[in-house]
Nanobody, 124 residues
Framework: QVRLVESGGGLVQAGGSLRLSCATS????????MGWFRQAPGKEREFVAV????????NYTDSVKGRFTIFRDNAKNTVYLQLNSLKPEDTAVYYC?????????????????WGQGTQVTVSS
């Protein structure tokens, strides 16, 4: 079992920045692709970003490319999501998730473990 705990969410003005962290338990962190997803009120959960097991490859949804950066520290069992140039439409609960033995996957069904989420609110 893998436990994921997100932190770093909050209220920020449009154009501002936040850094989300996702700390994981267990000793197999480097065997998981790690993803970030978000869910806005009344909408389905959507893919935001994913990073490969080694951290050498990443993928982003088009709406965040150039603004968000995903990175990981395998020594600290932690994955991060740097959010820059935030927009009101980025407002959502952000979740991290772990996909065992996978690469750059975007489908939620391939992620076995999920955190509880952290709220990001961007005011205009």
């Amino acid at each position: 079992q893998v436990r994921l705990v997100e932190s770093g969410g909050g209220l920020v003005q449009a154009g501002g920045s936040l850094r989300l962290s996702c700390a994981t338990s267990g000793r197999t962190f480097s065997s998981y692709a790690m993803g970030w997803f978000r869910q806005a009120p009344g909408k389905e959960r959507e893919f935001v970003a994913v990073i490969s097991r080694s951290g050498g490859a990443t993928n982003y949804t088009d709406s965040v490319k150039g603004r968000f950066t995903i990175f990981r520290d395998n020594a600290k069992n932690t994955v991060y999501l740097q959010l820059n140039s935030l927009k009101p439409e980025d407002t959502a609960v952000y979740y991290c998730a772990a996909a065992p033995g996978q690469s750059l996957v975007v489908a939620t069904t391939l992620y076995h473990y999920w955190g509880q989420g952290t709220q990001v609110t961007v005011s205009s």
